[in-house]
């Protein structure tokens, strides 16, 4: 079994909580978003983007046991830091997991911004393919 | 020496520009998207609703008459702005995507027929492409392109190239939004007018900087936005040579355009109101006429004075830093910037920037043909008016080494 949902986010919201300063907490969101694994290249394919108005978002999932594994990339680096926790947070969870999942992580650390502009990142349309997949997988 | 704007003095008026932003004071350089909008503006706007509201044209009380009086200065305003031969021939609209909307669906839809041909140009808008290429496939006519230079200025041999009889209509901006070249647009209608073509331009990013003469230019249409001019939004302007709109069809039906309604028959109204069915956007059209009485009271040279100087310093400085390219360099151009960075998507730097109050766009730009011929995913964008300070671009131009130190 892994960590929960919720205490994944707790985890998040206190690494962000040692940050006052905006840029430290985006150079932080920068540094994860570097760290992001690498998302293998026979899944960057037509089929798994998802169109923002202004950067590309790629996202591959498949069912390892019970558990839903994420994999995903963008062409922004702050939007990799936000997939990468995202990925953290929801990967390697049952899909009734993700599919009850509250990200309120995301406000929390300050970042809601980039899940209301719906337009230009791809990220609101990638949490609800995330929980697309979780549905097709349950 | 030209005279100088008092840069303080102007900024007062615009209210929008003083105010911290993600604790930073605001820089706004996103003023080819849309420009802020002058006291005299938002004043216009509440004295309309707060004393004259009423519906125009019909109503015979003292509101309604005031309310048609301001609403029709400002198409008297408009006229003289463009130096057009009359007021009959400035139509409202609802901005510049509606006024192209409007002439392909009447003009368009009346003149191109199949295996005609428009042209257009690889720096235009979507909105300047959708419209022709919808015509075009109704009809069966064609869409032909004049290609553009790595440095952004339009090919006119190639354009000669393309011109022929078939070609009923050019439709070409006056300035690039995406990159801000100014094209050549004398050459591009006297060049269509010898065969026979018609040509819209696309004022929208250049009525701002530039002074345009609908007779002397020999205009066919020419649209523009009232926002990008520091009136409101929901405000366009077509305007267009008598014979071509009175041969035009009407576009929508409804109140205000008509004549006369029969169930056999309904006649028209004549210029300018065959084209405004419906209750138009009163009160912004209204404070449309206190930005055009705003722009005009600041002296034109001095105006573009400040706004060559704003893009010479700002090009100057991000030329320094390493990595940095700007995209469009054409000798003729307005205070637009867009560039791009080795290794760095526009977003990123877009994000960050604002996190330092500063406002500038990223993306296509709405002109992905463009980007496509430069092979980029997009650009960074900052375009400066003349409220805009050698202060903030030297700002602007820290923070974005900032950025980029954060991002590297």
Redesign the interface.
């Known amino acids: 079994m892994g960590q929960p949902i919720n205490e994944i986010q707790e985890e998040l919201i206190e690494e962000f909580g040692l940050f006052e300063d905006?840029?430290d907490k985006?150079?932080y969101l920068?540094d994860l978003g570097k760290k992001l694994a690498p998302m293998s290249d026979a899944f960057k394919t037509e089929d798994n983007v998802i169109k923002g108005?202004?950067?590309r978002v790629w996202l591959h999932a498949e069912k390892q046991g019970d558990l839903v594994v994420f994999q995903a990339d963008s062409?922004?680096?702050?939007?990799k830091g936000m997939i990468s926790m995202l990925i953290r947070v929801l990967s390697n969870h049952t899909p009734a997991e993700i599919l009850a999942a509250d990200l309120y992580f995301i406000e929390q650390i300050g970042m809601s911004q980039?899940l209301a502009q719906t337009r230009?990142?791809g990220l609101v349309s990638m949490v609800k393919q995330m929980q697309h997949y979780a549905l097709a997988f349950s | 020496m030209a005279e100088t704007l008092n840069i303080d003095q102007i900024r007062a008026d615009f209210p929008v520009l003083h105010q911290q932003v993600n604790k930073a004071p605001l820089i706004y350089f996103d003023n080819a998207a849309t420009t802020q909008k002058p006291k005299a503006v938002i004043d216009a706007l509440s004295a309309y609703y707060e004393q004259d509201n009423a519906n125009i044209h019909r109503g015979i009380h003292t509101l309604a008459e005031r309310a048609t009086t301001a609403y029709e200065l400002t198409r008297k305003k408009l006229a003289a702005f463009l130096n057009a031969p009359s007021t009959d021939q400035i139509i409202f609209t609802s901005g510049t995507t509606a006024g192209i909307n409007l002439v392909a669906q009447t003009f368009g839809r009346a003149n191109v027929g199949k295996g005609d041909q428009i042209i257009v140009s690889n720096l235009e808008h979507h909105s300047n492409i959708v419209p022709w290429q919808m015509i075009a496939e109704e009809k069966g006519a064609e869409i032909k392109v004049i290609p553009v230079s790595d440095a952004g200025v339009l090919d006119i041999e190639a354009y000669k190239a393309l011109l022929n009889p078939k070609v009923k209509l050019v439709a070409v901006n006056h300035v690039s939004n995406a990159i801000g070249t100014i094209n050549p647009i004398v050459e591009i209608i006297s060049l269509a007018h010898e065969v026979g073509a018609k040509v819209l331009i696309d004022g929208a990013q250049s009525v701002a900087h530039l002074a345009v003469d609908v007779q002397a230019l020999d205009m066919d249409f020419f649209v523009f936005s009232a926002h990008k001019l520091f009136g409101p939004t929901g405000v366009g302007v077509l305007y267009g040579k008598r014979d071509l709109l009175e041969s035009m069809p009407p576009y929508q039906g409804g109140g205000e355009m008509i004549k006369e309604v029969r169930f056999a028959g309904t006649t028209y109204n004549e210029l300018p109101y065959k084209f405004e069915a419906g209750t138009p956007n009163i009160a912004d059209v209204i404070a449309f006429g206190a930005a055009l009485d705003y722009v005009q009271a600041i002296p034109s040279e001095a105006l573009a004075a400040q706004e060559e100087a704003l893009l010479a310093y700002a090009t100057a400085k991000l030329q320094k830093i390493p990595g940095l390219r700007i995209v469009g360099t054409a000798p003729e151009k307005i205070a637009v910037i867009s560039f791009v960075i080795d290794g760095v998507h526009p977003q990123d730097i877009g994000v960050l920037l604002d996190k330092f109050g500063i406002a500038i766009r990223t993306g296509h730009h709405c002109a992905q043909p463009l980007m496509q011929r430069y092979e980029l995913v997009g650009t960074c964008r900052a375009s400066f008016a003349f409220y805009n300070t050698f202060e903030e671009i030297d700002r602007f131009v820290l923070c974005l080494e900032k950025t980029l130190q954060m991002l590297g």
């Not at chain 1, 062409?75 to 939007?79: D, K, Y």
């Open positions: 905006w840029a985006y150079e920068i108005c202004q950067s062409e922004a680096i702050i939007v980039h230009s990142n």
